[in-house]
């Protein structure tokens, strides 16, 4: 296989010799080259299909922003990524739509390492080059209109509600997304990966809330009229719904917080993937959806006939880009593809997306997914599926006054 390439750009020549220690080890792998500006850099690009850019933001002449933006335009294909040390909110704003993670400075080898490697290993979940420059070129992700006037409204009074704010924007996937990977920047100094939203959201602090999301355009309005039969706000209500019980069933099975955390996480993310086709390829969406309907076939096997690649497998490959932990990624990638019945964030995620299409009845005609065959006999012959569902109602009591609730595909064992 060959190898992977990856540029380092910096203006400091000390800053770059020490990557290039700290990297040696990595020669067998890597293909590694070295810039000390932005114009030097796009000179390497131009002889050589870079895999990876790893910038300084700070930088005189072209900055790294502005490096990045022209490496998102005119090399989609390119994972970003801004190494970055003293930087302030001006920075952040500036590189925001242009950079997929931040990496603060100084920081270890293994550190960095683990960054790009965790952002390569999406392509393995999206093989098709097409799609991958796809994703990789996304800046922004659509939001509920509701949602998003809600907030504005909440930020433009005198003293927004941080806890008005938090609700509003857990409401919205596309929100979510883009905040756990804002709080990783650099410039809030924190030593590790927040991936609460909650925490998130607590960090980050209303004004630089109000900062990011009414001064960058990050978010546009999603317009449902767009593909009949696609509405944003059911794909929230489900993706909210199927977070739930993920993280109720790891409960259940007493997996840890942690384990509890990473359900969650993958279950509310689990189809944001849905919107990135819905935005990028409204009439091919419209497609997918009309397949679904005249051949009564789950909506990823549609996707796959209309695009040759899923809604699963676009989510895993964004939310990887943007650093995201491993395991919420592989529970997103993996929720249609899920082999053997254990205990990992992928089955758990797929059983919650069975137990909410199959108890949560709005549209009867519409096609709902089944368990895989490899989980069915494993997950009935031993009562788990009837004990978590029992367990969903005991300690998530709204949900049996939801609209269509209904557990009967309990009893139809045949049928699974």
Request: aromatic share 8%; glycine share 6%.
């Amino acid at each position: 296989m060959s190898k992977t390439k990856i540029i380092f750009v910096d203006d400091e020549p000390n800053v770059l010799a020490a990557i290039r220690r700290m990297l040696r080890y990595k020669r067998n792998e890597w293909d590694m080259y070295f810039a000390g500006g932005g114009p030097e850099a796009l000179e390497e690009f131009k002889e050589k299909n870079m895999d990876v850019i790893v910038t300084d933001i700070r930088m005189p002449g072209m900055d790294g922003s502005e490096l990045l933006e022209r490496i998102r335009a005119d090399y989609p294909g390119t994972v970003r990524i801004a190494l970055s040390g003293q930087v302030d909110l001006e920075d952040v704003i500036k590189s925001i739509r242009a950079v997929h993670q931040y990496i603060t400075k100084p920081c270890q080898a293994a550190e960095l390492v683990e960054k790009v490697e965790d952002a390569l290993k999406s392509r393995e979940v999206l093989t098709d080059p097409g799609m991958q420059q796809m994703v990789t070129r996304i800046q922004a992700l659509p939001v509920i209109p509701s949602v998003f006037r809600a907030i504005e409204d909440e930020l433009n009074k005198q003293e927004p509600s941080m806890r008005i704010m938090a609700d509003l924007i857990s409401q919205d996937i596309g929100l979510v997304a883009k905040i756990l990977m804002l709080v990783n920047s650099p410039y809030f100094g924190l030593p590790q990966n927040i991936r609460s939203i909650f925490q998130a959201i607590t960090l980050l602090g209303i004004d630089t809330i109000k900062t990011l999301i009414l001064s960058t355009h990050l978010f546009s309005e999603y317009e449902d009229s767009l593909i009949p039969g696609f509405s944003l706000q059911r794909l929230w209500d489900h993706s909210f719904r199927v977070s739930n019980i993920a993280k109720l069933i790891a409960e259940c099975e007493h997996l840890g917080k942690e384990m509890e955390m990473y359900c969650r996480m993958a279950g509310i993310l689990h189809d944001i993937g849905k919107l990135i086709l819905a935005n990028a390829f409204p009439d091919d969406y419209a497609k997918a959806i009309n397949l679904v309907n005249d051949q009564k076939i789950p909506l990823y096997v549609a996707e796959k006939a209309v695009f040759d690649t899923t809604h699963a497998q676009l989510g895993a490959y964004l939310m990887g880009l943007w650093g995201l932990p491993g395991r919420t990624i592989q529970g997103i990638g993996y929720h249609h593809l899920v082999q053997e019945p254990d205990m990992s964030v992928p089955v758990i995620v797929s059983v919650a997306d069975v137990i909410d299409h199959n108890c949560i009845i709005l549209n009867p005609e519409y096609f709902r997914i089944e368990l895989h065959e490899s989980l069915t006999g494993e997950l009935f012959s031993k009562g788990y599926l009837e004990k978590w569902v029992t367990y969903v109602q005991e300690h998530w009591t709204d949900i049996n006054q939801m609209p269509g609730f209904n557990c009967e595909f309990l009893n139809q064992r045949e049928k699974m």
